[in-house]
């Protein structure tokens, strides 16, 4: 059974990285997108962005280039930095796989991670 | 970015109503459409992919449809366990986006 969790700090100052990992087990990271998704409390989801364990990353151009994601697939994690973090970042951290259908590539987040409360306060 | 407006935002219905939630793109996105359940405190998930597809494990009752700018995700007989928050994504255009969240909740 695959599972997914996250871990990390859940208070960051203003200013500061946030750092998180999402630890996977079960399964192997090969040939999956690996996303990052988050939601404050009260909202909707925001998609923060995903790697692929071939090199290509996207990222939501709302943060506006403070993110960076990585694989290290000979531990079986995925890490998301986020820095300059200020209150609007504040929110509950998941992490999850995407998946894809069919010969177009029709993505999809099918395994998520419990989440993590991240709060940015001073 | 592609906008996604689902209605309604919220719902009143009893066990044994059929109830359908509508999302709507801003632009076309063919099938590319995925719903989400998510209960409080409790990470989304995957009902439905690519419009229609019914996720492993996830009860017939649940089926979805549509297509381009106009979709529908309908659940055929609530259950108690199906009241919760039902969120649209579109994976046409990075970036991926959401719906505002449809709330079932009990008449």
């Known amino acids: 059974q695959v599972q997914l969790q996250e871990s990390g700090p859940g208070l960051v100052k203003p200013s500061e990285t946030l750092s998180l990992i999402c630890s996977v087990s079960?399964?192997?990271?090969?040939?999956?997108?690996w996303t990052w998704i988050r939601q404050p409390a009260g909202k909707s989801l925001e998609w923060i962005g995903r790697v692929h364990t071939s090199g290509t990353k996207d990222y939501n151009p709302s943060l506006r280039g403070r993110v960076i994601m990585s694989l290290d697939t000979s531990r079986s994690q995925m890490s998301l930095r986020l820095n300059s973090v200020t209150a609007a970042d504040t929110a509950v951290y998941y992490c999850?796989?995407?998946?894809?259908?069919?010969?177009?590539?029709?993505?999809?987040?099918?395994?998520w991670g419990q989440g993590t409360l991240v709060t940015v306060h001073s | 970015d592609i906008q996604m407006t689902q209605s309604p935002s919220s719902l009143s219905a009893s066990v044994g109503d059929r109830v359908t939630v509508t999302c709507r793109p801003s632009?076309?996105?063919?099938?590319?459409l995925n719903w989400y359940q998510q209960k409080p405190g409790k990470a989304p998930k995957l009902l439905i992919y690519?419009?229609?597809n019914l996720q492993s494990g996830v009860p017939s009752r649940f089926s979805g449809r549509g297509s381009e700018t106009d979709f529908t995700l309908t659940i055929s007989g609530l259950q108690p366990e199906d009241f919760a928050t039902y969120y649209c994504q579109q994976t046409y255009i990075k970036p991926w986006t959401f719906g505002q969240g449809t709330k079932v909740e009990s008449k």
């Open positions: 632009q076309g996105i063919i099938t590319n």
């Open positions: 690519a419009a229609s």
């Open positions: 079960g399964a192997s990271l090969n040939g999956y997108f």
């Open positions: 999850a796989r995407e998946d894809r259908y069919g010969e177009k590539y029709l993505f999809f987040s099918d395994l």
